[in-house]
């Protein structure tokens, strides 16, 4: 069965305290990985799309990576903006949602508090 | 260039009534998707669209129905509404062109609780 796994649920870091979050994975063929931030009360933000393992990709203070079961979000010198909820999901090969991005399945989220 | 749109933001409703969750996006995205969060949850997906006159179940389509008889609007049903029904709605939408990149874009939820 497909399924993603985010860890930790919820990790409070103090501003300029750089860390990681994990999202592990087991799918049937990927055909991509994504990352997504969440603020409260809003809906999902894309951040990166992440195709093959040994690719990374960056923005400002994040930076994404992928391995063949895992991916990593990288939060180098956190700012307090960067607090909200990030979301990982996968999509399979092996599911066809009439060529849309319908099989996208979602992990639960790391919840990062930034503290100044 | 609003994005997509829902309506209402927040709603309560009573076991056994209906109602009708309005999304439309204003971006000409041939797809278009509702999902449910629950909290401590992953997003859940209700139903899909891949063009006007064309949907289709997701994950969770149960108690639920949905149309699509313009590219711009992406209506879901609640009939019968039930405490399990409980939840947070987003409505996103994708264009074909961005392929398995996998971006959607999201409304801003509406937060429903059914008593």
């Known amino acids: 069965e497909d399924q993603v796994t985010q860890s930790p649920e919820a990790l409070r870091l103090q501003e300029g305290e750089s860390s990681s979050l994990n999202c592990s994975y087991t799918?049937?063929?990927?055909?991509?990985l994504f990352w997504y931030r969440q603020d409260p009360g809003k809906g999902p933000e894309f951040l990166f799309t992440?195709?093959?393992a040994g690719e990374e990709k960056e923005k400002e203070r994040l930076k994404a990576t992928l391995t063949k079961k895992e991916s990593f979000l990288h939060i180098t010198a956190p700012k307090p903006e960067d607090s909200a909820t990030y979301l990982c999901?996968?999509?399979?090969?092996?599911?066809?949602?009439?060529?849309?991005?319908?099989?996208?399945?979602f992990g639960k989220g790391t919840k990062l508090s930034v503290k100044p | 260039n609003a994005g997509v749109t829902q309506t209402p933001k927040f709603r309560i409703l009573k076991i056994g009534q209906s109602m009708t969750l309005q999304c439309t996006q204003d971006?000409?995205?041939?797809?278009m998707y509702w999902y449910r969060q629950d909290p401590g949850m992953g997003l859940k997906l209700i139903y899909y669209?891949?063009?006007?006159?064309?949907?289709d179940k997701g994950e969770v389509p149960n108690g639920y129905n949905v149309s699509r008889s313009t590219t711009e609007d992406f209506p879901l049903r609640l009939e019968l509404a039930a405490p399990s029904q409980t939840s947070v709605y987003f409505c996103?939408?994708?264009?074909?062109?961005?392929?398995?990149?996998?971006?959607?874009?999201f409304g801003e939820g509406s937060r429903l609780t059914v008593l």
């Open positions: 999901a996968v999509q399979a090969r092996s599911k066809n949602y009439g060529g849309s991005q319908g099989n996208l399945i």
């Open positions: 971006m000409n995205h041939n797809y």
């Open positions: 992440l195709y093959s």
């Open positions: 799918v049937s063929g990927l055909r991509g």
């Open positions: 669209s891949v063009g006007a006159g064309i949907t």
């Open positions: 996103a939408s994708s264009w074909p062109g961005t392929g398995g990149t996998g971006e959607l874009f």
